[in-house]
Nanobody
Framework: QVQLVESGGGLVQAGGSLRLSCAASGRTFNNYALGWFRQSPGKEREFVACITWNSGRTAYYADSVKGRFTISRDNAKNTVYLQMNSLKPEDTAVYYC????????????????WGQGTQVTVSS
């Protein structure tokens, strides 16, 4: 079992930055692929970014955030981060981190463990 707790959300003006954190507890963090997803009212949960579990730590991004967001992980701290720069009003959503064993995926249904979410609001 893996427990995930997100933090770092808030209100920011367009063009600003936020850094989300997701602290994991439970089983060995190193063996899990990690992802960030987001959901805004009336919309389905959408993929934002994911990162592999191995030392290569290959990252993948949704086209809508590529070049603006960066996912990273610190296995020693059992924490995954999402650095969000050049934020836009359309980035407003509840952001969730998720974990799964094995390979990364951009499909939310592949992830077994989820955090409770943290609200990000970008004002214009």
């Amino acid at each position: 079992q893996v427990q995930l707790v997100e933090s770092g959300g808030g209100l920011v003006q367009a063009g600003g930055s936020l850094r989300l954190s997701c602290a994991a507890s439970g089983r060995t963090f190193n063996n899990y692929a990690l992802g960030w997803f987001r959901q805004s009212p009336g919309k389905e949960r959408e993929f934002v970014a994911c990162i592999t579990w191995n030392s290569g730590r290959t990252a993948y991004y949704a086209d809508s955030v590529k070049g603006r967001f960066t996912i990273s992980r610190d296995n020693a701290k059992n924490t995954v981060y999402l650095q969000m720069n050049s934020l836009k009003p359309e980035d407003t959503a509840v952001y969730y981190c998720a974990a799964r064993t094995g390979y990364t995926s951009s499909y939310a249904g592949d992830y077994v463990y989820w955090g409770q979410g943290t609200q990000v609001t970008v004002s214009s």
